[in-house]
């Protein structure tokens, strides 16, 4: 089964603070995503990344950075988190049209 | 899905009754569209998928049905049960050379009634 891991569940974090949401896939998938989802807008795409060392801009980038110095690992940044950017962040990742999402990570910055 | 306002919109089906979810999209250059079913405290779940050249695709007890001229998806769910309950979610799928870029929509909400 493929599997795809996000490191935390739940974080809290102060505003201003660097944040670093971690993402490890097992399935030697190419391609790579973050969304945010918030309720009553969907899922919105922040980055993807279809190979190591590549990363393209989704709907919503700003505010946002990523890392992907791994085929397995997906980084997400948050350079100075806000309160806006509270939200469930989802990882994805895919070798073809089907997507597989860990469970999400619920932050939260106060 | 293209809903409109913060409000997901809801659907209540009987058990036992079919369910239709509909969706309503705007790139028509999307290569594939896709349902996902996302339940509570869970990351979003493949369903089902349809090529942009297709009219209809039948799964387990679930049918996509895609009109091109109208852009409109559908996903009936045949003989709902209480697992059912969940939001789905449409998205379109474009395919570029080595990436795949899914664009979702906001959700509706099924809710099945013992």
């Known amino acids: 089964d493929v599997k795809v891991t996000q490191s935390s569940r739940y974080l809290v974090k102060r505003t201003g603070e660097k944040v670093f949401l971690e993402c490890v896939q097992d399935?030697?998938?190419?391609?790579m995503f973050w969304y945010r989802q918030d309720p009553g807008l969907g899922l919105r795409l922040i980055y993807f990344s279809y190979d190591v060392k590549m990363k393209e801009k989704g709907d919503i980038p700003e505010g946002y950075s990523v890392s992907r110095e791994k085929k397995e690992r997906f980084s997400l940044i948050l350079e100075s988190a806000s309160t806006n950017q509270t939200s469930m962040y989802l990882c994805?990742?895919?070798?073809?049209?089907?997507?597989?999402f860990g469970q999400g990570t619920r932050l939260t910055v106060v | 899905g293209e809903s409109v306002g913060l409000h997901l919109p809801t659907l209540s089906v009987q058990e036992g009754d079919n369910s239709i979810i509909n969706c309503a999209y705007s790139n028509s250059a999307s290569d594939y569209f896709i349902w996902y079913k996302q339940e509570s405290g869970k990351g979003p779940q493949f369903i089902i998928d349809i090529r942009s050249n297709m009219d209809k695709r039948q799964g387990q007890r679930v049918t996509v049905l895609l009109n091109k001229t109208v852009k409109h998806l559908s996903l009936q769910i045949a003989a709902t049960q209480p697992g059912d309950s969940a939001v789905y979610f449409c998205?379109?799928?474009?395919?570029?050379?080595?990436?795949?870029?899914?664009?979702f929509g906001k959700g509706t909400k099924l809710s099945v009634i013992p």
């Open positions: 399935m030697d998938h190419e391609n």
């Open positions: 994805a990742s895919s070798l073809t049209a089907e997507a597989f």
């Open positions: 998205a379109g799928l474009l395919a570029g050379a080595g990436s795949y870029q899914l664009t």
